[in-house]
């Protein structure tokens, strides 16, 4: 879901049990400084969700592609 410029949100169709989960994302901006991107993460608190925001120089900007890859035990 792109909830508004640089914030989006992956769902999963079954949620995470518990705490011990793992991530791994990166993105790829459309933007052409070269400067870099930072991510914020969250896990939804049903487990269920992904929180991505994309920021490159300060500022949230939208991505050509997030990716990621998650591991943990299912509900």
């Known amino acids: 879901t792109d909830n508004a410029t640089g914030d989006f949100t992956q769902n999963f169709t079954s949620s995470f049990d518990g705490n011990d ?12 400084s070269n400067s ?9 608190g049903s487990g269920g969700q ?3 925001v994309v920021y490159e ?3 949230k900007v939208d991505a050509l592609n997030n990716f990621f890859m998650t591991a943990g035990d299912l509900a």
């Open 50 to 52: 992904l929180d991505i």
């Open 36 to 44: 870099g991107n930072a991510l914020g993460l969250s896990l939804g």
């Open 21 to 32: 989960n793992a991530c791994a994302v990166g993105s790829k901006s459309n933007q052409t």
């Open 57 to 59: 120089v300060g500022t």
